[in-house]
């Protein structure tokens, strides 16, 4: 996967354009703030991210955790790395949601030549935590 994003202090646009036609867009997943090693995002919540059961669906939440994490391993690529590929991903969930705005921030745990380590925690519209993820990226060299 090659970086559509700028690499240096890239701008909350270019990261919402950078996703816009691949699943964070479809998603609805928009950006809030990105600073050394922290990204923050959050998913306005629709009929079609939720399960049958009404309760919002666990893959939406990850696909939220997992794109916040996944673009701050782009944003953070150590010098040679030319992208990234989740090598290993969990998610804990604590509670759901049934509407409203859930937000996730994504922090950098670990920044290796090979490997990053990025915890997300996501939040209900109340800020209250729903899930807790953690993901290994795998450093890809040309």
């Known amino acids: 996967m090659k970086c559509r994003v700028a690499a240096v202090d890239p701008s909350l646009s270019q990261l919402q354009e950078a996703g816009a036609e691949f699943l964070p867009g479809l998603l609805g997943i928009e950006f809030d703030g990105v600073e050394d090693g922290v990204v923050r995002a959050r998913l306005t919540l629709r009929k ?6 009404g309760y919002v ?3 939406t939440v990850v696909a939220l955790a ?3 994490a996944g673009y701050g391993c782009l944003l953070n690529m150590p ?3 030319t992208g990234f590929t989740t090598i290993e991903l969990k998610t804990n969930f604590m ?3 049934r509407e409203g705005t859930i937000t996730c921030e994504a922090r950098l745990v ?3 030549r090979t490997t990053q380590v990025w915890d997300a925690s996501v939040s209900d519209p109340e800020g209250r935590q729903m899930a ?3 993901c290994t990226q795998l450093v890809l060299r040309a």
Do not use: I, K, N, V
């Not at 079609?48 to 059961?53: G, L, M, N, T, V």
């Open 66 to 68: 997992d794109t916040a």
């Open 57 to 59: 669906h666990a893959a």
């Open 132 to 134: 807790l993820f953690r």
């Open 110 to 112: 670990h920044g290796g």
């Open 79 to 81: 010098e040679g790395g």
């Open 95 to 97: 509670r759901s949601a």
């Open 48 to 53: 079609e991210h939720f399960a049958p059961h």
